[in-house]
């Protein structure tokens, strides 16, 4: 039981960072295009 809430912890973790990591990279494509 406990086991199972850890799991679902550490996956809603790593999803919420890799959707940082996208808006990051968004970001940057932006920042790059302005330059451009």
Avoid: F, P, W
């Avoid at 086991?3 to 494509?29: F, G, H, P, W, Y």
């Amino acid at each position: 039981e406990s086991d199972l809430s850890q799991l679902q912890t550490e996956v809603e973790e790593a999803v919420q960072e890799c959707r940082n990591a996208e808006e990051k990279a968004k970001k940057a494509i932006t920042d790059a295009a302005m330059m451009a």
